[in-house]
């Protein structure tokens, strides 16, 4: 059974970094695309950045020249650097891969999610 497991949030000041990591475990054939979506109380769930298995990104307008996704293909782990963060972007932050799993072929799978909190 194939399972994400998120891990680095918490509570940080505006202005401040944090690192969220991501791990993907089971019978994991491929790992195509890898991404990071975040909802915030009272809205919809909303992506922030992905990354191809060729390292190829996209980012959400609002964060980009401040969050940067990672991954590393060995480890099957998937990474968030959030630099200069502001209040905005405290949300529960999902990992999310698109994958290939044995015996189930091509699927997409989520995390459980992890609380990021930005005070002022």
């Known amino acids: 059974q194939v399972q994400l497991v998120e891990s680095g949030g918490g509570l940080v000041q505006a202005g401040g970094s944090l690192r969220l990591s991501c791990t993907a475990s089971?019978?994991?054939?491929?790992?195509?695309?890898m991404g990071w979506y975040r909802q915030a109380p009272g809205k919809q769930r909303e992506l922030v950045a992905t990354?191809?298995?060729?390292?190829?990104?996209n980012y959400a307008d609002s964060v980009k020249g401040r969050l940067t996704i990672s991954r590393d293909n060995a480890k099957k782990m998937v990474y968030l650097q959030m630099n200069s963060l502001k209040r905005e972007d405290t949300a529960v932050y999902y990992c999310y891969a698109d994958l290939v799993a044995l015996p189930t072929g091509r699927n997409n799978y989520w995390g459980q999610g992890t609380q990021v909190t930005v005070s002022s």
């Open positions: 990354i191809t298995d060729g390292g190829s990104t």
């Open positions: 089971g019978s994991i054939f491929n790992i195509n695309a």
